[in-house]
């Protein structure tokens, strides 16, 4: 396993009105952070809070392309991000105990925390389709050119993993420095991790390590 010190590029927040950041997405402009009552874009550029949805969001969040997803309790809830409108819910497979969330292949990627596994599971039913199982308590997932990676926070220690996705192997891992947890997780599709850092409020952009 290849392991090393996380690189924190940039820091966004903390935000006006924010206690904590839970779930974290990527649109391809904005990121997005859940934050318990409401879904927040922030622009990049300037780091500054540009919309708001106000929707249950206490967990991990994803994006499709079109819509947004964002674990509320026990469900995930199917949200159209023109209009913020609720489509539709599917049950969460871990029944109030889910974490991160991520949108590959056609699939949803639900991480449990406390389980330490990740489902996949089909975006209709909410049906789990196959469980990948973890080390570590998993925080946020998401998947980065067919790599799969997931955050991990256990006592004030965090870190990113990059995993097998057939046998849950450790590949590679950051690890970021003491206090700095990670809540929520997703890449830009390039070179950055977007990073939920919990009741810190913050969210930080880590580089994601080039390959050799």
Avoid at 69 to 85: L, M, P, V
Avoid at 156 to 183: C, F, M, N, Y
């Amino acid at each position: 396993m290849k392991r090393s010190a996380a690189e924190i590029v940039t820091e966004y927040g903390p935000f006006p009105g924010v206690e904590a950041v839970h779930g974290v997405t990527y649109d391809g402009k904005h990121v997005w952070f859940a934050s318990g009552d409401k879904l927040n874009a922030v622009d990049p550029a300037s780091g500054k809070i540009v919309r708001s949805i106000d929707v249950a969001a206490h967990a991990g969040t994803a994006f499709d392309g079109r819509h947004l997803f964002q674990i509320a309790e026990d469900r995930i809830q199917k949200i159209d991000a023109a209009s913020g409108k609720v489509l539709g819910t599917i049950p969460a497979p871990g029944g109030g105990g889910d974490s991160g969330l991520a949108w590959a292949e056609g699939s949803l990627w639900v991480g449990q925390y406390r389980e330490r596994k990740i489902h996949q599971v089909d975006p209709e039913t909410g049906k789990v389709l196959r469980t990948i199982e973890s080390k570590r308590f998993v925080t946020g997932v998401t998947w980065v050119d067919g790599e799969l990676w997931h955050g991990t926070w256990e006592g004030e220690e965090s870190d990113l993993r990059r995993i097998d996705p057939e046998t849950g192997k450790v590949i590679e891992q950051l690890d970021l420095p003491a206090g700095a947890i990670v809540s929520g997780l997703e890449s830009d599709g390039g070179d950055r991790f977007f990073c939920g850092g919990g009741g810190s409020g913050n969210v930080r952009a880590v580089r994601r390590p080039r390959r050799s």
